[in-house]
């Protein structure tokens, strides 16, 4: 890998555990750098990341909310 790899993987800590969890990432990440950009949207997508996730999480937290205070009533 070249420097700008390791020093991009070393400095995210999420990225760092899922290339450790996925260890066929440093083969494709030794062929080409440009992969940098997929292996993070694999593990956004792994770690629930996302904006939609984000998005569903912000939902459901509403939701109990409006439901307690329903239960208050």
């Given amino acids: 890998m070249d420097l700008f790899t390791i ?10 555990q899922y290339l450790r969890e996925n260890s066929s990432w440093y083969k494709l990440l030794n062929r080409d750098r440009n992969n940098l950009k997929y292996l993070e949207e694999e593990m956004k997508k792994k770690y629930k990341l996302t904006v939609e996730d984000r998005i569903e999480k912000f939902s459901h937290s509403m939701n109990m909310i409006s439901a307690f205070m329903d239960v208050l009533k």
């Avoid at 020093?7 to 760092?16: E, G, L």
């Fill in 7 to 16: 020093n991009y993987v070393k400095t995210n800590p999420m990225v760092y």
